[in-house]
């Protein structure tokens, strides 16, 4: 079994242009794409780009994110807390039980590893 997998480049793969599960349309017109470049062997976690363009969502999540933002900028704000902002260069985590709004302020891309299950 290969226990070491460079990514692929996005450039020939079709991205999913469909909203995320749990994502709701807020703010304007945003669109994402999103590139899932490997899936594990156990099929738990995934790894890939992630695109969007200017907007808000409210986002739920069900499980865990770690995030390296690539390009843009980001305020994302938990229901009921303070808002962080994240901005190219920026790493950072999402727990499953967030719950919050991501107000894209600059177009992003974004590499994620989630936990699928």
């Not at 156990?42 to 865990?64: L, N, Q, R, V």
């Not at 920026?90 to 590499?111: A, C, L, N, Q, Y």
Request: hydrophobic fraction near 35%; include cysteine; glycine fraction near 10%.
């Amino acid at each position: 079994m290969q226990t070491v997998i460079k990514l692929p480049p996005t450039q020939g793969i079709d991205p999913s242009t469909d909203d995320l599960d749990g994502w709701v349309v807020t703010e304007g017109t945003p669109s994402m794409k999103t590139w899932v470049l490997h899936t594990s062997a156990a099929g738990d976690m995934a790894s890939g780009i992630w695109e969007c363009t200017k907007g808000s969502y409210h986002a739920t999540y069900t499980a865990y994110e770690y995030v390296v933002l690539i390009a843009g900028r980001i305020v994302i704000t938990p229901d009921g807390g303070e808002p962080v902002t994240v901005q190219a260069g920026d790493s950072f985590v999402v727990e499953p039980t967030f719950k919050g709004t991501w107000k894209i302020e600059e177009d992003v891309r974004k590499h994620f590893d989630f936990r699928l299950k």
